[in-house]
């Protein structure tokens, strides 16, 4: 579904990531782990249309993408859960769910899929008249990762989920982008809790200073001495 090919971007004369080769496939749960600085959010950034690259190509469903604006390719069933949340403080969390589905044009799908994101968080639910500046970071997480399923996505990028957030909270949007997984969407997910991202994977990347430098299954990158030494507090 996801292929990154060869990927160089740049901030000014500052190079970040350093041809960068990554794939998700069609019903996949995979997980991009890495220190503090290494470029993992330049990745997911780059993927959603965000930050342009130096070189290199990004494919979606087989189209290439590189080139088209982030709007659109939330269109195409992109959805994007940001680092930090940033949610609409002064709107309510109806409104930020409802902004979510901008482009969408059926009313009575997006009624739905509302009612789908209530049914996954109830808290929404029983907030959804409360402005969002008010909620804690984990209900604004909630939100986040609610309003990213407004327009129905097929690959959902999901950067740095459990940031900020206490240890319950992180262990409730684990077990949802799971549950999201298995329901199928696929999801990248890039994070800097290695534990937790991979068990929910089912493949893992680890990247360190704008560089891919190892690449298997969830369960032997867990089981590998040199992300458990650095990763995993072994």
Known sequence: MLEVKDLFVS??????????????????LVSVIGPNGAGKTTLIKTIMGLVQPKSGSVLYDGQDITHIPAHKRAELGIGYVPEGRHVFGRLTVEENLTIGAYSS????KLKKNIAMVYDIFPR?????EQ?????SGGEQQMLAIGRALTLSPKLLLIDEV???LMPIMVNTCFKVIHDL????ITVLVVEQNANKALKVADRGYVLETGKIILTDTAANLRGNEVVQSAYLGA
């Open 162 to 164: 459990s940031m900020g």
């Open 181 to 184: 997984n298995k329901s199928g």
């Open 124 to 128: 929404l639910g029983e907030r959804k």
């Open 131 to 135: 402005l969002a500046s008010t909620m």
């Open 105 to 108: 044009k059926d009313k009575e």
């Open 11 to 28: 901030y000014g004369m500052m190079e970040v990531l350093h041809g960068i080769n990554v794939s998700v496939s069609t019903g996949e």
